[in-house]
């Protein structure tokens, strides 16, 4: 079982590292909400970064937006920076859980994962790079097994609500659930929306180093999944979907390699039958397609080069028409916006085999929520903690590198979500 416990010389069931970025400071405020529902009904945490200055503003920020005027005196403050090793392992031999809100991952997040291997923290990021989320597993993933760390990856909207709501299809299902798709649409109110240039720049790096993951994933020397059931069509790079009436492409985030390693790991781990899935986003009408037709070609165009990267990263809104930028969405956009998951499954009815015929029965189900990157990312991050804390049993048996998926499956954290916003339920 998970060591959960605060003692003397680890006094904090949370340090969030990072907590003056622009996510940083919102997943303060959710941890100051929900300080009730640590172990006991008492969490002790403290906030960690660079510098001291910043994260006193932040507690500052927190403090009047909650109400809270204690925040400013009774959260401490450790400083803390990802290229002095020393002061990320002392901040870990603190910690119980590190809330991780460093990224781009690929830069930043490794030398905090080791030292929470090495110092006996377990570990939560909100990273959307397969590429570090896999080689995270690739390269620690025996070594946290060995120390009983948790290191779980992708803790926010990538990808929660697709990997505990293929879960959660799974689970409603009667019978066998052999394929999901999922169909994404996000909701903004008059004055649109827009994310952070973070996860703009994570995109960039990714795609410009695609090839790396390729070669990554072969050394994990993985058998194909197998196949149960008919095989999942895989649908066109831009079609109109019926399901959500509007114009789909693929979604380009971390969902789908994150529910294919959880899948993996049902296999695996507990003999399950493994579900396929399709992952689709839906970008409206066609005035959108021709928007994002002539903004992915220059993408694409510029991304292959470092000229290129340069100006993709120095001109977030240009580049996006608008949709990253580098001050980020202000809290009036926030407040107006969702984002809704529909998942469309099939599978056998109990008593069928799923090796004959075709499916024969379909499930629908929805998850819903607020604003998916800076009100529905801190509520996923930090239920995932706390579960952590209050449900060490319903873990894994031993540490490891693990998806939310994986850790959580026997967890009550779908429960918790819905009491938080993130809502599950069947159509």
Known sequence: MARVETSSSRPYHLVIF????FTGQFVVEEVARTVSEGPKG???????????????????QAAGVLGKPELRSEVDIIVADV????SLAAMCKQAVVV??????YRFYGEPMVKACVENGAHHIDISGEPQFLESMQLNYNSQAADKGVYIIGSCGFDSIPADMGVLYTRD????????????????????????????WQSAIYGF??????????RKFNHKPLPTVGSKLRRRGTLFFSNEIQQYTVPFMGSDPSVVKRTQRFLVDEHQANPVQYGAYAGIGGISNVIKLMFAGMMFWLLVKFSFGRNLLIKHPEFFSFGLFSKAGPTRKQMEASSFQFAFY???????????QGKPNAKIRTLVQGPECGYVATPIAMVQAALTILNEPAALPKTGGVYTPGAAFAKTTLTDRLNKHGIQFSVV
């Open 18 to 21: 990072g907590a003056s970025g």
């Open 42 to 60: 008492n969490l002790k945490w403290a906030v960690a970064g660079r510098s001291k200055q910043k994260l006193e503003k932040v507690l500052e």
């Open 83 to 86: 290229e002095e090793p020393d």
């Open 99 to 104: 809330l991780n809100c460093v990224g781009p």
């Open 172 to 199: 409603q299902f009667k019978g066998t659930l052999t394929a999901v798709e999922s169909f994404l649409t996000i909701g903004s109110g008059e004055d649109g929306g827009c994310i952070h240039d973070g996860t």
């Open 208 to 217: 410009s180093d695609s090839q790396k993951l390729q070669s990554l994933r």
């Open 345 to 355: 499954g099939e599978g056998y009815t109990e008593g069928q085999d799923p090796s």
